[in-house]
């Protein structure tokens, strides 16, 4: 993130640095405001795999592995996650809205989504998530795909 500075920003998204720095003063305005975009989409896309699910138990779980996993075939999404990602490792303001986001979601699903399985499958899911922002492991499509419907099969119990 050291070298997202506003004059690249300004000239990437043609708007001038002081359009840009009225909406946001400071490069960490500009990320928080990223971090929450990035959340507020993610959030949508969760809940629009949630109402496709008929079934109740773990419905929350199979959409988190969903959209996480869906992220690597979406480049701007992915791009954005993985920079964003990086920063949430350096940037304690960050990681605490992450973690916020996820105590929520734990509280509002506690009913459906609190098994040691669903946990277990978020936990994988997240090293998933990981691995493609790394891009540490060559995993085939097939391979993947078995991958991400065992952690599905695992949100039924």
């Known amino acids: 993130m050291a070298a997202v500075t506003l004059d ?3 000239t990437a998204s043609s708007v001038s640095k002081g359009g840009l720095l009225h909406h946001f003063p ?3 305005a500009l990320l928080d405001a990223l ?3 990035l959340l507020e989409k993610f959030d949508a896309e ?3 795999l949630m109402r496709g699910d008929p079934l109740p138990q773990g ?4 959409a ?3 959209a996480v996993s869906g992220l690597k075939d979406r ?3 992915s791009r954005s996650w993985t920079q964003v990602t990086i920063a949430l490792l350096a940037e304690p303001r960050l990681r605490l809205r992450w973690r916020q986001w996820v105590q929520a979601r734990a509280e509002e699903y506690v009913g459906t989504d609190s098994s040691l399985d669903a946990q277990i499958v978020r936990f994988a899911a997240d090293g998933l998530w990981f691995a493609d922002t790394l891009e540490s492991h060559d995993i085939d499509s097939a391979l993947r795909r078995d991958l991400i419907g065992r952690l599905v099969e695992l949100t039924g119990k």
């Open 75 to 77: 480049p701007d999404d």
């Open 35 to 37: 971090f929450e975009s």
């Open 46 to 48: 969760i809940g629009e």
């Open 59 to 62: 419905r929350f779980t199979r």
């Open 26 to 28: 400071t490069k960490n």
């Open 8 to 10: 690249a920003v300004s």
């Open 64 to 66: 988190y592995v969903r």
